[in-house]
């Protein structure tokens, strides 16, 4: 209780002493009434903090469960994935023999019927010989670009530098691809000098590349024309870059990236009005990233396309 003081008059001044109050009976009643009510609040906050440390151990403990549960998935699909790898290369080098042989056989056998050395075939025999042929190479082609998709994923793809001429390459190329072309109307243009400097690349990989491009321009272009520009510098007569470009169906921008991303294509869904695999692009930019060269798109839709090949600078 709060001290008190009491003074005495003296003769000499004042003399006071401090004493205590006692306490009254209604201040012990406030206090006894009190008691219950703190240790009440005592007992309440013990137990929140309590039940705070259970959730937090349970939510801990649960964290820590789905952790070792998302490991165990991962590690499963990773196991899984292994395992599809290993028996899509076993396939592949089951098959690949097994489907060039033939396929080799047909075309080697349709090109000598095509000829037609012994002149009992009509014309129009000899136009479905050709049309046969062509089937037989389309599909080892792609049959190619599978296998070759295969080592880019497993790292085994190799090339084999020379000194190159690109003008020639692309005149080859532009000649076999000059009757598709025309057979759906289009017309086929060749900017090309008529010599150019040697650059080191892989002869049959560049010839690849540029397939894939120009038979690309024809599958996806229904009138107009296909051009091919090779570009050179003015001084040294070394390329600098080559292109293709189209007035065909074009690509959306949001599409730009998924044309590189293996067997994507421009349109989606089951219902396509045009063929292929959608290996043939992504093939391209890896071959030419392989031989240092940068491979690049301007499309927009409905408005044509045009890939250039940029070639190192020495």
């Known amino acids: 209780m709060p001290p008190s003081s009491r003074c005495q008059n003296t003769g000499s001044g004042a003399r006071c002493a401090r004493t205590l109050m006692k306490p009254t009976p209604s201040d012990l009643h406030v206090a006894l009434a009190a008691a219950p009510f703190t240790a009440l609040l005592a007992i309440r906050e013990l137990w929140t903090r309590r039940r ?10 649960e964290a820590e469960r789905m952790r070792r549960e998302a490991m165990r998935t991962m ?24 489907l060039r042989t033939p396929l080799n056989a047909v075309i080697g056998f ?28 389309q599909l080892l082609r792609l049959v190619e670009d599978v296998l070759d998709q295969s080592r880019i994923e ?7 530098f020379d000194k190159v001429d690109v003008a020639q390459i692309a005149r080859g190329v532009v000649a076999s691809y000059r009757s598709a072309a025309v ?20 002869a049959g990989r560049f ?14 272009t229904g009138a107009g024309s296909i051009k091919i520009t090779l570009v050179t510098d003015a001084s040294s007569g070394r390329p600098t870059r080559l292109a293709v470009a189209d007035s065909g169906i074009g690509i959306p921008a949001d599409r730009l990236d998924q044309i590189f991303v293996p067997f994507e294509q421009v349109e989606g869904g089951t219902r396509r ?19 240092g060269c940068q491979l690049t798109v301007e499309s927009a839709a409905g408005s044509g396309s045009r890939f250039t090949i940029r070639f190192p600078i020495v």
């Open 52 to 61: 705070t440390r259970r959730d937090i151990r349970a939510r801990e403990e």
């Open 110 to 137: 349709t090109r000598v019927l095509e000829k037609n050395g012994a002149g009992n075939q009509r014309p129009e025999d000899v136009q479905m010989l050709s049309r046969v042929r062509a089937g037989g190479e």
């Open 183 to 202: 057979a759906k109307g289009l017309r086929m243009l060749a900017v090309l000098p008529e010599s150019a400097a040697l650059i080191a690349l892989d």
């Open 154 to 160: 497993q790292g085994k793809m190799t090339v084999a």
């Open 207 to 220: 010839e690849q590349v540029l397939r894939h491009l120009v038979d690309n321009a024809v599958k996806f």
């Open 75 to 98: 590690h499963e699909a990773m196991i899984a994935e292994r395992a599809a790898q290993r028996s899509r290369e076993e396939f592949l080098a089951r098959m690949s023999p097994e």
């Open 273 to 291: 009005t045009y063929g292929g695999a959608g290996l043939g692009l992504p093939l391209a930019r890896e071959l030419c990233e392989a031989m």
